[in-house]
């Protein structure tokens, strides 16, 4: 809404075809012409001058015709004029091909095509305060010429900045990683990313009459003066991850061994032998390298 409160929407303007248009104009252009022409020679063969009611109405309908030559424009596809009278809005015309209107009417075309631009590499602060680069695509097309033209300034400098400033604000909401299942990421999480940026950048731009169809992150990295030290620390917590994963399932695994051994009475261990064997197990399930069998030729115990 502008600071008036009148919120501009696009009205459709009725316009006359501008081939049936042109062609009346030309004839009416010709027919002046030949007219006035006609005139001056009947006056050369007369003696008296030439009859100033035919010169008279002539010349006027040769310079009505020429005024109303400008009313004349075309609308290519995807495409809309839209119509001022005296900085009043008079409506859109969206209707392709030669059309004809009001010849005091401003024109003023307008792409309604689909466009897309990738911003600057931003550098900003994830949630966790990290330094990042990030850039993104966005694609829109305008749907309102008259918020287009008349809520905004200059409605493509609007989109570039307002969706820097949604990137902006998109990097502080999110991590750039995380390895906790439950906690999204601009790494791990790029559809939802981008459905929220949309959604941002939607809300942002609806107000200049623009569309967004699509808004994806296109650069994501750490800044180059923490990427080396990030680079460690996305290792080293990838590592501990894995390590977790790894025991978990090995304690799982050894769990389900002494239950079955219990449950099927293979063999009856003391807690002692448990403990071993409980040992044993972790060493061969979670060690780096294939385990070294060692052949027990003596008792159970020894």
Not at 3 to 11: N, R, S
Not at 71 to 78: E, M, R, T
Request: proline share 3%.
């Amino acid at each position: 809404m502008n600071v008036t409160g009148v919120m501009y929407k696009e009205v459709s303007r009725r316009t006359l075809p501008g081939i049936p248009m042109a062609v009346f104009l030309v004839l009416l252009l010709l027919g002046s012409f030949i007219g006035f022409v006609a005139t001056l020679a009947r006056s050369k063969e007369g003696s008296e001058g030439p009859d100033p009611t035919m010169v008279v109405f002539t010349l006027t309908i040769f310079v009505v015709s020429i005024f109303l030559l400008p009313g004349l424009f075309g609308v290519q596809p995807n495409q809309a004029v839209v119509l001022t009278l005296f900085g009043k809005y008079a409506g859109t015309v969206r209707e392709q091909g030669l059309r004809w209107v009001n010849p005091f009417l401003t024109k003023k075309r307008l792409s309604m095509r689909v466009r897309n631009f990738e911003t600057a590499h931003l550098k900003v602060n994830d949630l966790d305060g990290n330094p990042i680069e990030i850039a993104t695509v966005v694609v829109w097309k305008v749907v309102d010429s008259a918020e287009a033209m008349f809520q905004v300034d200059n409605y493509e400098n609007y989109v570039n900045v307002q969706s820097e400033g949604a990137l902006r604000n998109l990097a502080t909401a999110y991590s750039y990683d995380s390895h906790d299942d439950g906690k999204m990421s601009l790494r791990g999480n790029t559809t939802e990313v981008a459905a929220h940026l949309k959604e941002e950048l939607h809300d942002r731009l609806k107000v200049a009459g623009v569309e967004v169809i699509e808004a994806r992150i296109s650069h994501l990295a750490y800044a180059p003066e923490i990427a080396a030290a990030m680079l460690q620390r996305q290792q080293a917590s990838a590592i501990v991850a894995a390590r977790t994963k790894i025991v978990e399932g090995a304690v799982g695994m050894v769990e389900m061994a002494l239950e079955a051994l219990s449950k099927k009475n293979v063999v009856n261990l003391d807690e002692e032998s448990k403990a071993a064997m409980v040992c044993n197990l972790l060493v061969v399930l979670c060690g780096e390298r294939s385990a070294q069998p060692v052949v027990n030729t003596g008792t159970l115990h020894h």
